[in-house]
Structures are given as C-alpha cells and as structure tokens.
C-alpha cells in the first residue's frame, strides 16, 4: 500500500465512524444484541432486509455444513454476525478494519459477552492469518469497499480451505453497469449535503462501489470461482423498489440476496 492510500484509508476510518455515529449506526444494548433483528428505530426497515439476508445465508450455506465450522467475517463491523453464528457452535473470527466503538470492533464488547468469537482489526484484501485458516469466508456488505475486486477474491480463495466457501453478503448488484454508474454519480454529486465537510475522506478511496455478474465472473475467473446466486425473499416494499423506479422513470435499484462461491 503506497503512503499516499494509506494516509487516506486513515482519514477514512476516522470519518466514516464519525459519520456512522451521525447516521445513529451506533447501536447500543437490547438493540446491539437484537441485531440482525432490529425492531424499532428509524434503521429497522433497512436491517429488516439484512435479517431476510442472514436467514438464507444460515439456512442454506452455513446450517446445511452439519458441523461446527470456522468462519471468517470479512468487513465484520461492530460483529453481529460473528456474535448469532458463535451462538450456534462455530468458531468465529471478525474482520474489519475500523476498531471504533461506534460500529467497528470495539462495539463488540457486549457481544463477546455472550458468546466468544475472536476479532482482528486488518483489511480483507490482506489478511495476516495462514493460508486455508477457514471453511467459510463471508464478505458481510462489505465487499463494494473492495479497491481491487480481484484482490479481495483472491485473498478470501487463499484464506478458505479447499472444498470451503466464499459468500457475498447484502453487496449491491446491479443488473447493469450503467445503472451501478449512475448510482456513483449521484453519491458524489449529493456528497457535500449527504457527507458534509467528510465528503472529500469518506469518497477519496477507489473503492469499487458496485457489483454486477459481468465484474464477479470476471474477477472470479483466474481463480476458478464459479457464483450460485440464491434469491433472497425481502419485504414487500423492498421487491418493489425496482416497479416504483420504472413509475418515476429513475434508474433501476441494486439487488442484495446472497452470493456463493465453492472453492476448487
């Protein structure tokens, strides 16, 4: 990493927890321990749809393994995820390179109290564990903020064991890359009334934003990944997003569900 991303990969640590804390992101107490499930606040809507996520992710990916497992959450946050599947029996390592205590890792404490997984504050395009450390690795919406797609691909292949699994969490995926375009476009064209005086940090990175199925495969193909994409079923409103955008002639919203690799 040169010294210039470096700098500016600190900047953006420091603002995007501040900014984090703005968006009142910093869930505390029966909410903290709610999570996925929160049921209340002006965010429930939003992670009503990252519950409907997990749900299939642990029905289908991690439920059907019938073993104890190791688990890397790569892009863990405060480690919610780490926190639900430690309770379930299996061995968990939470990734994430922000150790604030507003929804980095130091918002862990609490959980850690109820069930142990293990946290390491680190990049997943760089991760400092030996090679084949895990059975799964869980990108959890976290991999648009991958600067080289390619990277963060070939890093979690390294990381999972042969045979294990590389899955996509709650990522937005366009069905175009012209409709993931527009979507930038208007993030930085609203940045300083969405972002304030931290829109230069917070948008300074190369991060690549987006994903679409011609990008995964892409990227996916030196490594031999071949994607199943497991269809989520979201809220109401949620499946209706993209009806409401043809209505008001705006472009077409991204879509979560829930991505899986096997690794050859």
Known sequence: ???VLSEALERFRSDYGAHRAAEGRGHEGADLLSLPYLASGP???QWAVRARTFDTFVRTVVRPAGRSLDILDLGAGNGWLSHRLA???HRCRA????DDSIDGLGAAGPLLDQAHFDCLVAGFEDVPLPNQSADLAVFNASLHYATDLGAALAEATRLVRQGGTIAILDSPFYAREADGAAMVAEKHTAAAQRFGD???????????EFLTVERLAEASAPLGLVWDRIR???PLWYQMRPFEALVRRRRTPSRFDLWTARRP
Request: glycine share 8%; proline share 4%; aromatic share 8%.
């Open 198 to 208: 931290r829109a230069e940090s917070l948008l300074g990175l190369p991060f690549i």
């Open 87 to 89: 309770i379930e029996g």
């Open 232 to 234: 989520v079923r979201y």
């Open 95 to 98: 990734i994430d390179i922000r």
């Open 1 to 3: 990493m040169t010294a």
């Open 43 to 45: 965010l429930a809507r």
